[in-house]
């Protein structure tokens, strides 16, 4: 079994930073791609950033390069996801990701889903 627990999440003004993250626990290997996506009420959940075990593959979404970024850690085995200059359109529920097998992680690929993490950005 494996277990992706999210933290971090809270309400923050516009224009300031959380971040975000996010512990494996379980069978989970260091050798998993991870990666965050989020789901905003009234639409899909969408990727957010990702990268590959070894750190070296990273891939963002649009929406938030240049403002996000993710980093783990393998000898504890955590993500993180730092946020700033927040918009009130980052508010969603932030979900954790791992893919077992690939070197990112895509939505069709997830093998494992945190339960998530409630960010609000206020305007």
């Known amino acids: 079994q494996v277990q992706l627990v999210e933290s971090g999440g809270g309400l923050v003004q516009a224009g300031g930073s959380l971040r975000l993250s996010c512990a494996a626990s379980?069978?989970?290997?260091?050798?998993?791609?991870m990666g965050w996506f989020r789901q905003a009420p009234g639409k899909e959940r969408e990727f957010v950033a990702a990268?590959?075990?070894?750190?070296?593959?990273?891939h963002y979404a649009d929406s938030v390069k240049g403002r996000f970024t993710i980093s783990r850690d393998n000898a504890k085995k955590t993500v993180s996801l730092q946020m700033n200059s927040l918009k009130p359109e980052d508010t969603a529920v932030y979900y954790c990701?791992?893919?077992?097998?690939?070197?990112?992680?895509?939505?069709?690929?997830?093998?494992?889903w945190g339960q998530g993490t409630q960010v609000t950005v206020s305007s």
């Open positions: 990701a791992a893919d077992r097998y690939g070197d990112t992680v895509r939505a069709g690929s997830v093998d494992y």
């Open positions: 379980g069978s989970a290997s260091r050798t998993y791609a």
């Open positions: 990268l590959s075990w070894s750190g070296g593959n990273i």
